[in-house]
């Protein structure tokens, strides 16, 4: 079940209150609701621009995607590793990263960091109140030529 977070728009407001009987800037007119994964989508495409990051999730995270990714409507995985928890106006990340060899992982984490605070925040208008990264593994630059053999030695993709 997906949660959603409804927000009432007070802007323009100095006392926080709602217009009252319908008059007032159109803009403050309703609420809108923030649904957890859209949030989630927008901090795990935030995290992926950064160039040192090679994928996020963990091992059996990233195993389940690439089987997910196979089946036909399965999905694009691109809340993979991310985590979230999203209030009435604030909101927490959590990532797994897989980062490249030879990249200052403290660096990484921060680029990282920003990219996210700074996309949530803009698209959705929350708080990003922390985002909490786990780097669980380093990508080798001689793994992927491994992985394309094991590919090639297969019968079926």
Request: charged share 25%; net charge negative; no cysteine.
């Amino acid at each position: 079940m997906t949660e959603t977070t409804q927000r009432r728009n007070t802007a323009g407001r100095q006392d926080g209150a709602t217009s009252q009987g319908g008059k007032g800037d159109p803009g403050t007119r309703g609420s809108t609701a923030i649904a957890d994964t859209v949030v989630a989508k927008i901090a795990g495409m935030a995290a992926r621009e950064i160039p040192e990051v090679h994928n996020l999730g963990g091992g059996m995270t990233r195993a389940f995607g690439a089987v997910r990714q196979r089946v036909p409507g399965g999905g694009s995985g691109v809340t993979q590793g991310v985590k979230v928890e999203v209030g009435e106006r604030q909101a927490a990340v959590d990532l797994d990263v897989v980062v490249e060899y030879g990249a200052a992982i403290a660096d990484t984490a921060a680029d990282v960091r920003t990219n996210v605070v700074n996309a949530v925040e803009r698209m959705t208008g929350l708080e990003v109140v922390e985002v909490n990264i786990a780097v669980d593994d380093v990508h080798l630059p001689d793994e992927e030529e491994d992985e394309s053999e094991q590919q090639e030695g297969r019968r079926v993709a």
